[in-house]
């Protein structure tokens, strides 16, 4: 009987680092795909709060929110998405994986979107700057319509 049951005990905690590996590093991957997130937030809030008057508009800061998040958007959001990574610290919806392509052509697009913003912005024309504010803003409204809980 003790053979068997040290049998099990040995299968159990050569399993379980495993698990706990796994576990790891799905943690790791919410925590990187939140913090991008945080960064894009910061940045579009702080655009945003210029573009509705909330504060005076400051054409350098604008460029330099719009260069950061551009920035930030060019890093592999993706990974930080691998499959089974919803948990009570996210706020990712489960149909991201079943929707997989779709989630990835918005992603696609807030980099788009965000790089003619950064573009535009360096150019100084504050109409145009609300313009494409207004589409890169969306294109983050779209992806959270769909794919956020």
């Known amino acids: 009987m003790y053979r068997h049951r040290n049998g099990l005990v040995t299968m159990i905690l050569t399993l379980c680092p ?24 910061y940045n579009i809030t ?5 573009i509705k008057g909330k504060r005076a508009f400051d054409s350098a800061a604008f460029v330099r929110y719009a260069k950061d998040l551009t920035t930030a958007a060019r890093l592999d ?13 996210s706020e990712a919806g489960a149909t991201i994986w079943p929707e997989w392509d779709g989630f990835r052509q918005k992603y696609e697009a807030l980099r788009i979107q965000s790089a003619r913003l950064a ?3 360096a150019g100084g024309d504050e109409a145009a700057v609300k313009e494409q504010f207004g589409k890169t803003a969306k294109t983050c409204k779209g992806c959270h319509d769909d794919f956020k809980d």
């Open 119 to 121: 573009e535009v912005a």
């Open 77 to 89: 959001l993706l990974a930080g998405f691998p499959e089974d990574s919803v948990n009570d610290e």
């Open 46 to 50: 702080s655009m945003g709060d210029m």
């Open 18 to 41: 495993i698990t706990w590996a796994q576990a790891d590093d799905i943690e790791k991957a919410v925590d990187y795909r939140q913090g991008l997130m945080n960064v894009y937030t």
